[in-house]
């Protein structure tokens, strides 16, 4: 029982639930950063209420807080502008947070940042925090841009860049994956070779607890996959393994698949789903992170749960 006071926000998105039972679990005192008065989410030992994108209340906010868990941020675009929208939502609000936990003398700031300020929806080898950041798109250059700002700070902070995160409750592409999953029809998907890292929620959860107990300073990016990547097929497989299913994938031409999607306006997803987009957790292991379980074990798990 650490007994340590934890500021959060996006404790009401998917993953900032999952962090809030989980540091919650682990002893951590956990103070919620909301940006609208609502309920406060079970678990949490205080709130706050108060906008990033005007951080008037953030001193009080941070009083007395231990370190600071940045999972608020926004991932698709709401308007026409989307360098715009994700400078602001992404980079900005981050850099406002930072100051004022500096201002504060937070101990640690741990930003949950992504993949994709690494790279793009695929690479041709493997990535590791060792290689030169080459984000392809408005959404990457802003987690980039928010990593950058935070080593412009005086913080000890650390920027985990998780690959696809699935879990209960989970959306995007692996919500897709696990409807698809549960139709009762044969795919024809099996000649899919592309490999794709994953990390369960709960093994990010605990990837936070890593970075919050490190010793430091961290003042790095840290990789966040699971050891074992996936093609599509064995994705699949391990989903239908969990509702009691054969895997029902049959081969096709891929680039019949391609035809298909490219004819339907799907383009974008066949890039994803005939990539590759491996990652190694190099810098959290050698800190003693491990991943809560295999990947195939917890899609399994997830599908048998419902999603």
């Given at each position: 029982?650490?007994?340590?006071?934890?500021?959060?926000?996006?404790?009401?998105?998917?993953?900032?639930?999952?962090?809030l039972?989980?540091?919650s679990?682990?002893?951590?005192?956990?103070?919620v950063?909301?940006?609208?008065?609502?309920?406060?989410?079970e678990g949490?030992s205080?709130?706050?209420?108060?906008?990033?994108?005007?951080?008037?209340?953030?001193?009080?906010?941070?009083?007395?807080?231990?370190?600071?868990?940045h999972?608020?941020?926004?991932?698709?675009?709401?308007?026409?502008?989307?360098?715009d929208?994700?400078?602001?939502?992404?980079?900005?609000?981050?850099?406002?947070?930072?100051?004022?936990?500096?201002?504060?003398?937070?101990?640690?700031?741990?930003?949950?940042?992504?993949?994709?300020?690494?790279?793009?929806?695929?690479?041709?080898?493997?990535?590791?925090?060792?290689?030169?950041?080459?984000?392809?798109?408005?959404?990457?250059?802003?987690?980039?841009?928010?990593?950058?700002?935070?080593?412009?700070?005086?913080?000890?902070?650390?920027?985990?860049?998780?690959?696809?995160?699935?879990?209960?409750?989970?959306?995007?592409n692996?919500?897709?994956?696990?409807?698809?999953?549960?139709?009762?029809?044969?795919?024809?998907?099996?000649?899919?070779?592309?490999?794709?890292?994953?990390?369960?929620?709960?093994?990010?959860?605990?990837?936070?607890?890593?970075?919050?107990?490190?010793?430091?300073?961290?003042?790095r990016?840290?990789?966040?996959?699971?050891?074992d990547?996936?093609?599509?097929?064995?994705?699949?497989?391990?989903?239908?393994?969990?509702?009691?299913?054969?895997?029902?994938?049959?081969?096709?031409?891929?680039?019949l698949?391609?035809?298909?999607?490219?004819?339907?306006?799907?383009?974008?997803?066949?890039?994803?789903?005939?990539?590759?987009?491996?990652?190694?957790?190099?810098?959290?292991?050698?800190?003693?992170?491990?991943?809560?379980?295999?990947?195939?074990?917890?899609?399994?798990?997830?599908?048998?749960?419902?999603?």
């Open positions: 029982m650490s007994g340590k006071l934890i500021a959060l926000t996006g404790a009401t998105g998917f993953i900032g639930r999952h962090l039972r989980a540091l679990e682990r002893g951590y005192r956990v103070r950063l909301l940006r609208r008065p609502v309920e406060v989410p949490a205080g709130a706050v209420v108060g906008d990033l994108a005007r951080p008037m209340n953030m001193a009080a906010a941070l009083t007395g807080v231990d370190a600071v868990v999972s608020a941020g926004l991932a698709h675009a709401m308007s026409g502008a989307p360098e929208d994700f400078r602001n939502s992404n980079t900005e609000a981050t850099r406002k947070l930072a100051d004022a936990a500096q201002r504060a003398r937070v101990g640690r700031f741990v930003f949950l940042s992504s993949i994709r300020a690494q790279a793009g929806s695929s690479a041709p080898a493997p990535l590791s925090e060792a290689d030169t950041p080459e984000p392809t798109d408005p959404y990457g250059r802003s987690k980039l841009a928010a990593e950058e700002a935070l080593a412009e700070t005086g913080l000890d902070w650390v920027a985990l860049r998780p690959v696809l995160v699935y879990g209960a409750g989970v959306k995007g692996m919500a897709a994956l696990l409807k698809l999953a549960r139709t009762p029809y044969p795919l024809p998907l099996a000649s899919l070779a592309g490999r794709r890292s994953l990390v369960s929620v709960e093994s990010l959860a605990g990837a936070v607890a890593t970075a919050l107990e490190a010793p430091g300073p961290l003042r990016p840290l990789v966040v996959a699971d050891p990547p996936l093609t599509l097929p064995e994705m699949l497989a391990a989903l239908r393994a969990g509702l009691g299913r054969g895997p029902g994938l049959l081969p096709c031409p891929v680039p698949i391609g035809l298909a999607c490219r004819a339907t306006g799907r383009e974008a997803a066949f890039d994803r789903l005939s990539g590759s987009l491996v990652a190694r957790a190099e810098g959290l292991e050698a800190l003693g992170w491990r991943p809560a379980q295999a990947s195939r074990d917890g899609l399994a798990a997830l599908a048998r749960a419902g999603g």
